[in-house]
């Protein structure tokens, strides 16, 4: 495969399905039992110009194949095998295709991490026993669920590991993530190629691909559909010579990769063979190596799956104090397993400013690795922010690094061989950056000149394990300056000759400086500001404390990362505001009472600071004093509306029983107070600010308050009066993930669901919307064959001539057609839904 671009091909189940596979059939089995239809596919594909294949197996998993009596094994060879035969005697080879498996993961469904790892094992260890060349993974939109696939590939076979994700028009996945996020993430988990398929075509995902190609440096995979499909014929939207042509930008910009998804067929292919050998014999083409070997990528950074911070050079700030040293309180939290408290300070510290959070759970006695995993995936559930794994254990870091949804950093390694070869090899193969300590077996040097030198020695341990160069980072380490003076400006010399000399990333737990001294954020702030003009850009500090921020923020102001200042003027404007209507001068202060309380730090690698004896902090960007699981001094339905909107589901729960002890009607928490709470974060997922995992958490921390309320009340009725939905996939479609996230969105808004399920008959749909007295009927479609059913199911609904309301939706569906097929509301999401179930049932 030396050439500039490899042929894909087209869409095995639009071929499927002209070849006669019935509505609501299991395409895998169905092909079982039609091998010569699946062979001619592949042989019209190869005819065509294609050099790569891909298997009849996107489903072939455990959880599709339930009830079937066909086991994956049996499933993966019979379909392999009708590969292997249609390749013979040519040089095409086989990819083991592979789908998602259908589950929501953990916190947002129901599956564990290692049960997917599982699911997939089963996949792709029967894939390369029956033969096929290279596993690709394609259509994913949660990027925990393809890390779980990638893993199973790359633990369990030998097979190169090809991936793509599936992408929404405004750049994300159905789930959030962007392509900076899949690109770095999936890199780091060392694919050998990735890229986007299916849900767009060609035009529509090329500014997406574009993006992608700045963050990493693999060969890509673009393979779009023929458009949109028309729901009435379920024709695509593009023939064969206009996707072609909307494919030559791809060309240009070196996309190795190239082949169709849906709606295409064998003629999209061979067109798109001759387009490219048109392109390719072009001046000015891109070369061989542009488009097929790694090349550094343009940016970089570290992410969560829907957030990424990037790292050129500005100042972005990692919290510390999730961390137990010096810290009584947060110890007892990690003993009693209290992930409540836990999750609150992680929360602070974003709405405080923090960039990235520090995640350390050693205390001494505890199960450090199991601890580590437990509170990644707790704060994983209530906040986007990017992790650092910060623990010298390497079982703690493997735990961690194993269930981060993003790519992290790694903060455990120093000049000590032992501990290289410890670590490195985890970091490498979970693709996370490092951090390094200045400092070896002989202890921290006294100078910055020995620093230096220890930090070349543990770039130079990096680069051998494979760890790129602008993945290593540098702590010079920070003394207390009351006890060693001198060593104050040390550190500093030595920031700025790693900074200036090797030209790498600088991190230093900065509140140790002033630990035994009074009025510590003084010293902090000073020694921190001095820090970043040295080239300090990740500095661990404790957000929550003003007078910090207040000096990050004034650095980007100053060094011009905040451009025009606006995040400056933005953070002091209502400050400056309140000093002029008191007439005093303006200028900012230290705290919102003029104090700090910053006391009592700890004397640990990076001091992680102190919130104070009790535990407390100065509140939220100056706001009012709040402990973590406490609550603040505001009105009942604020204090519930922040629960909600911050998805934390025992502050829910708490605040609902406390309400309900002092005499409040369940209707009325149900209706002032968690619905309210629901709008809000309904709106928000509409206008981008979050996407659909906070819309499901937030449903579940109102669905603790009002399961609480159901099991309170005497008469169900009373809770559930407002309303009864019905909801199912239509006869012969077989997706549901969509529904069911409508299901937990609804039920969370409280009305009561009555779920069919999938490939639901019209007449068992009929029959339950009598009986159970239905007011709304909610029917899902996603493939273009399927959309003849849900139009039956309507007419069937209305000649039985029920007293009820029908919304429809699905990726084939639109505003048009379901009025044309006699739905009374369209809807494109669970936001929507919500809005339509308030609008019929109240």
């Known amino acids: 495969m030396q050439k500039k671009y490899i042929?894909?091909?087209?869409?095995?189940?639009?071929?499927?399905?002209?070849?006669?596979?019935?509505?609501?059939?299991?395409?895998?089995?169905?092909?079982?039992?039609?091998?010569?239809?699946?062979?001619?596919?592949?042989?019209?594909?190869?005819?065509?110009?294609?050099?790569?294949?891909?298997?009849?197996?996107?489903?072939?998993?455990?959880?599709?194949?339930?009830?079937?009596?066909?086991?994956?094994?049996?499933?993966?060879?019979?379909?392999?095998?009708?590969?292997?035969?249609?390749?013979?005697?040519?040089?095409?080879?086989?990819?083991?295709?592979?789908?998602?498996?259908?589950?929501?993961?953990?916190?947002?469904?129901?599956?564990?991490?290692?049960?997917?790892?599982?699911?997939f094992r089963e996949i792709v260890t029967a894939g390369e026993a029956a033969g096929a060349d290279l596993v690709i993974f394609e259509t994913f939109t949660d990027l925990y669920e393809m890390k779980a696939a990638v893993l199973a590939a790359r633990e369990n076979t030998e097979l190169p590991v090809w991936t793509t994700m599936s992408f929404e028009e405004n750049g994300r996945t159905f789930l959030g993530t962007d392509a900076a996020a899949m690109a770095m993430t999936l890199e780091g988990l060392g694919v050998s190629a990735l890229g986007i398929n299916c849900s767009l075509g060609p035009a529509e995902i090329l500014p997406i691909a574009r993006e992608m190609r700045r963050w990493t440096g693999l060969p890509m995979i673009i393979k779009p559909n023929a458009g949109l499909p028309d729901p009435r014929t379920g024709a695509y939207a593009i023939g064969a010579e206009k996707f072609a042509g909307e494919m030559v930008p791809f060309l240009k910009m070196g996309v190795r990769y190239l082949g169709g998804c849906c709606g295409t067929t064998p003629d999209f292919v061979r067109a798109l063979a001759n387009r490219s050998r048109a392109v390719s014999e072009m001046a000015g083409a891109p070369e061989s190596a542009a488009a097929s070997e790694y090349a550094s990528p343009e940016c970089r950074g570290i992410c969560s799956a829907s957030k990424v911070t990037v790292l050129d050079g500005r100042v972005n700030v990692i919290g510390e104090r999730i961390n137990p040293t010096g810290k009584k309180r947060f110890q007892q939290a990690l003993r009693s397993r209290d992930m409540n408290y836990v999750t609150e300070l992680a929360i602070q510290q974003q709405e405080a400013g923090a960039d990235i959070l520090d995640i350390n759970v050693g205390v001494p006695g505890l199960p450090e690795a199991e601890l580590m995993a437990e509170v990644v995936q707790a704060v994983q559930s209530v906040t986007d922010l990017p992790l650092q794994i910060d623990s010298t254990n390497p079982e703690a870091v493997e735990a961690g690094l194993r269930v981060l949804n993003g790519r992290g950093i790694v903060n455990s390694v120093n000049g000590e061989k032992e501990k290289q070869d410890q670590i490195l090899p985890i970091v490498k193969k979970y693709g996370a950056a490092v951090v390094g300590l200045a400092m070896d077996e002989k202890g921290l040097p006294k100078t910055a000149e020995d620093r230096v030198r220890v930090a070349r020695h543990i770039l130079d341990a990096c680069g051998a394990y494979g760890i790129p160069r602008a993945d290593v980072f540098i702590d010079c380490l920070t003394l207390t300056v009351s006890a060693q003076q001198d060593q104050a400006m040390e550190t500093l010399r030595a920031v700025e000759r790693i900074h200036r000399e090797l030209g790498l990333h600088c991190v230093l737990g900065v509140s140790n400086i002033s630990f035994g001294l009074p009025a510590r954020a003084h010293v902090t702030a000073s020694f921190l500001t001095q820090a970043m003009y040295c080239g300090l850009d990740l500095p661990i500090i404790n957000p929550n404390q003003k007078a910090i921020m207040d000096a990050v923020a004034s650095f980007r102001a100053l060094s011009g990362a905040d451009e025009n200042c606006s995040a400056y003027i933005e953070r002091f404007a209502e400050e400056e505001r309140a000093a002029k209507a008191e007439g005093r001068s303006g200028g900012g202060s230290t705290g919102h009472d003029g104090t700090s309380t910053e006391s009592g730090g700890s004397t640990g690698q990076h001091g992680g600071g102190s919130t104070g004896h009790d535990g407390t902090s100065t509140g939220l960007n100056g706001g009012p004093g709040r402990s973590a699981g406490g609550e603040t001094g505001a009105a009942p339905a604020a204090r519930m509306m922040e629960a909600v909107l911050k998805g934390r589901k025992r502050e829910a729960e708490r605040l609902t029983r406390d309400f309900l002890s002092a005499g409040t009607p369940g209707m009325e928490i149900i209706d002032r107070m968690i619905i309210p709470a629901l709008d809000v974060v309904g709106d928000r997922y509409e206008t981008g600010e979050i996407f659909l995992p906070q819309l499901i958490n937030a449903a579940n921390a109102a669905c603790a308050g009002l399961d609480l309320i159901k099991a309170g009340l005497q008469e169900q009725e009373a809770a559930e009066n407002r309303g009864t939905i019905l909801i199912a996939t239509v006869q012969g479609d077989i997706h549901d993930i969509g529904k069911?996230?409508?299901?937990?969105?609804?039920?969370?808004?409280?009305?009561?669901?009555?779920?069919?399920?999938?490939?639901?008959?019209?007449?068992?749909?009929?029959?339950?919307?009598?009986?159970?007295?239905?007011?709304?009927?909610?029917?899902?479609?996603?493939?273009?064959?399927?959309?003849?059913?849900?139009?039956?199911?309507?007419?069937?609904?209305?000649?039985?001539?029920?007293?009820?309301?029908?919304?429809?939706?699905?990726?084939?569906?639109?505003?048009?057609f379901a009025k044309e097929i006699g739905a009374d509301y369209y809807v494109a999401d669970a936001k929507a839904s919500c809005d339509v179930a308030k609008k019929v049932l109240g």
């Not at 990819?95 to 997917?116: N, Q, R, V, W, Y």
């Not at 008959?761 to 009929?766: F, S, W």
């Open 740 to 816: 069911n996230i409508v299901k937990v969105v609804l039920e969370n808004y409280g009305y009561r669901i009555i779920d069919l399920g999938r490939d639901v008959k019209p007449e068992t749909i009929v029959e339950t919307a009598r009986r159970e007295h239905v007011g709304l009927v909610g029917l899902s479609a996603l493939m273009t064959t399927t959309v003849g059913a849900m139009r039956r199911t309507i007419e069937a609904i209305h000649e039985a001539d029920l007293p009820c309301r029908i919304m429809v939706g699905g990726a084939v569906m639109t505003a048009d």
């Open 7 to 119: 042929l894909l091909d087209s869409a095995m189940g639009t071929q499927l399905q002209a070849g006669g596979l019935p509505p609501g059939a299991i395409p895998e089995i169905w092909g079982m039992q039609h091998p010569e239809i699946v062979e001619e596919i592949h042989r019209r594909n190869i005819r065509a110009g294609s050099e790569v294949i891909y298997t009849n197996t996107f489903g072939a998993n455990r959880l599709k194949l339930e009830g079937s009596g066909i086991s994956v094994e049996e499933v993966v060879r019979a379909n392999v095998e009708a590969a292997k035969r249609s390749v013979r005697g040519t040089s095409v080879k086989i990819a083991l295709d592979i789908g998602p498996s259908g589950a929501l993961l953990k916190p947002l469904g129901t599956m564990a991490f290692e049960e997917a790892v599982d699911v």
